[in-house]
């Protein structure tokens, strides 16, 4: 009986390794309880911003990479199906009220009535 040859190992994309990494770096700090979520305010300019922290990250403002920085007091996030679908609904309708969507709306009506007659329907005699 033939013995199966040994399989060769193939080499992966860069960012496929990459991608790998990054997932093996995320659950070993999660296993060891070590991936806190930080929300800091720089104390140099004023920016207020979110840091996953890990043991090698260096905490710096994304803006100005100043070190001087006060933590802030964070608060957990609690997403379900019904809240996901309750901010689209509420973020949908606050589009659809906004004067740029009506000015689009308008705007693209005259466009319709100047380049394409043949698609206005007649308006109904009252």
């Known amino acids: 009986m033939a013995h199966p040859l ?30 806190p979520i930080y929300d800091y305010k720089c104390k140099g300019c004023g920016h207020e911003f979110e840091l996953i922290v890990l043991r090698t990250t ?6 100005c ?32 009220g906004s004067k740029n969507y009506k000015d689009q709306k308008v705007a693209e009506a005259e466009e319709i009535r100047e380049h394409a007659p043949h698609l206005v329907k007649p308006a109904k005699p009252k």
């Open 58 to 63: 260096v905490a710096a403002c994304p803006e």
């Open 65 to 96: 990479a100043g070190t001087d920085l006060e933590q802030l007091v964070s608060g957990f996030a609690l997403s379900t199906e019904s809240m996901r679908q309750a901010n689209l609904k509420r973020a949908r309708a606050a589009y659809s």
């Open 6 to 35: 040994p399989r060769q190992a193939t080499p992966e994309p860069e960012s496929q390794m990459d991608f790998q990494g990054g997932i093996l770096a995320l659950r070993e700090a999660q296993r060891e309880n070590n991936m």
